[in-house]
Structure formats: structure tokens, C-alpha cells
């Protein structure tokens, strides 16, 4: 198995010395938030958390992305919280990029270390604590569990990167290929998180325009993507935040792999009655 690097942000401030040009980019169809203001001043806490702060790169935002949110975590030793999730119709995701945390979860301990994922059904008792020396960071993607009568709630899944074996999109001889953590044809899940890896040169050939929401944080690599009608470049640690039916496309630029941890909504109607103004 090949080794597994992933982004970890610097934190910290840029001198003064630095220009103030740079990539940060909100328009109506996309956000782009680059690595370099993912810094002290924008971090955050979390109630019930102790030795924890957080960046929300996604939340919903009404006539945006309107289904998830997603947060960098950081966890100092010692650091994390016995009550986490505050909203018991709220199913998470978890994605370990540096350190190692304990996950305890449906009254089972996980240590989970760098490419370590889990996931966290609604209403799931869980807890997640840093025992180690050092600093410890990890995405935590929120969602609604939208409930279907007579389906039953998703199982818990805890498991690691390197062992799920990427699946090769068609027609691409292994150039693209999508690691999943859970069996996209199970309708139990409403969300799927999964890791993109395109070697380089690889690209996605069309522009994908589709209902579903994404966020997608780079891992490793760089590449130029297509949003909308811009084509922007792109490199680890950086962030893209997609509403629904942006156009989307992208090369791989090397000299490495191009990898990217990649949210979005599936498997639902669609809400009719989302819009249609309340009753007085």
C-alpha cells in the first residue's frame, strides 16, 4: 500500500512583510476558501469541548449549500469532549489528518490515526479525546438524517484510508478512481464523504452539473478545477464549497497525485414544500 499524506493547517498569522492578494473567492455558485486564511484569527470554540478550536470552512446558508456543514478541528493534548454533538438528528463524519484521536463510540474505543474515518449515525452515543503528546486535527462533516419510514438507520463504520481500496471510475485505466466508505448503493445513507485521488494528468473530462452539494477539502496535490465558468487553481489545504448544479470539472497537475476529501447529499426526493411559504 502506498503511503498516505494529508494536509495539516499551519495556523498561525502571515507576517506583515506578506502581500494581501490572494485566492479567497465567494461568488453565487462557489466558494473557494485557499489554505492561507485558514488562520488563528478565523478560529473558533465549540461548547463542551475543552482544548478544542475549530475553522467552519461549510454551514448551511439559505440559497447556497443548504444540507451540510464542515469543520476543521483541532485538538490540543488532552483536548476533546464527552458531549459533541449537540443535535440528536444530526449524523457526522469524522476524518483524521494528522495526530491521533480516541473515538469512543456505541461503547467501543477506536484509536484513529492519520486517514482514520468514521461514521456517526444520529442519536449515536460517541466521545473524542487527544491522548497523545501533540496536536491532533480531523474534519467533522454535519448533516440532517433525513429518516425514509421502514428504513432502518445506518451503521457505524470506523475505518482507515489505506485500507479501503480506491474503486476506478470507468474508462479511465485507474487514472481516477473514488475511495468509499460505505457501500454507495446502501439506501441508509443520505450523505456520502468519500476521497478523490487523480494521478497526474488525469482529469475529469466533462463538466459534471448535478443537484447535489459538495465540499471538497485537497488533501494532497495540486490541480486547476473548473467551477462554473472559472477555472482556479488549487493546492492541499485548500477548500471549494459547491451549491447544487455547478458546473465542475478538473486536471490533475502533478508532479504527485491530486487527492481531495469530497462531501456530498444523496439518495432522497427532493423536498417539495422546502419554498412554499407558511401558513399564517
Known amino acids: 500500500m502506498s503511503s498516505r499524506s494529508y494536509h495539516v493547517p499551519p495556523a498561525g498569522h502571515p507576517p506583515q512583510t506578506d502581500l494581501l492578494t490572494g485566492r479567497a473567492v465567494f461568488t453565487e455558485a462557489y466558494a473557494v476558501i485557499p489554505k492561507g486564511v485558514i488562520r488563528d484569527i478565523v478560529s473558533s470554540y465549540l461548547p463542551h469541548w475543552d482544548g478544542t478550536r475549530v475553522w467552519v470552512l461549510a454551514r448551511p446558508l439559505s440559497g447556497f449549500a443548504e444540507t451540510f456543514s464542515h469543520y476543521l478541528v483541532e ?27 480516541t473515538l469512543k463510540l456505541a461503547g467501543k474505543e477506536h484509536a484513529m490515526r492519520a486517514g482514520g474515518f468514521a461514521y456517526i449515525p444520529p442519536g449515536s452515543s460517541w466521545s473524542v479525546r487527544n491522548r497523545g503528546k501533540g496536536p491532533a486535527h480531523f474534519h467533522w462533516i454535519r448533516k440532517l438524517y433525513q429518516r425514509v ?13 489505506a485500507d479501503v481500496v480506491p474503486a476506478p ?25 468519500t476521497i478523490v485521488t ?14 447535489m452539494e459538495h465540499g471538497l477539502y485537497v488533501l494532497e496535490g495540486k490541480a486547476v478545477y473548473r467551477l ?3 477555472w482556479v487553481e488549487v493546492e492541499a489545504g485548500d477548500y471549494m464549497w459547491l451549491r447544487a448544479f455547478c458546473p465542475q470539472a478538473c486536471y490533475a497537475g502533478g508532479p504527485g497525485r491530486f487527492r481531495y ?6 439518495n432522497r426526493h427532493m423536498d417539495l414544500r422546502a419554498l412554499r411559504p407558511k401558513a399564517t
Open 261 to 266: 476529501l469530497l462531501y456530498k447529499d444523496v
Open 228 to 230: 462554473n465558468q472559472d
Open 149 to 161: 419510514p421502514d428504513l432502518a438507520l445506518p451503521d457505524p463504520v470506523v475505518t482507515n484510508d
Open 169 to 193: 471510475m470507468p474508462d479511465t485505466e485507474g487514472r481516477w478512481a473514488t475511495t468509499r466508505f460505505v457501500d454507495p448503493a446502501d439506501l441508509r445513507h443520505d450523505m456520502h464523504i
Open 75 to 101: 485538538l490540543s493534548a488532552g483536548g476533546g469532549s464527552e458531549q459533541p454533538e449537540p443535535d440528536a438528528e444530526a449524523e457526522g463524519a469524522l476524518f483524521v489528518v494528522g495526530g491521533e484521536v
Open 198 to 211: 487523480l494521478e497526474p494528468g488525469a482529469s475529469i473530462p466533462f463538466a459534471e452539473t448535478h443537484v
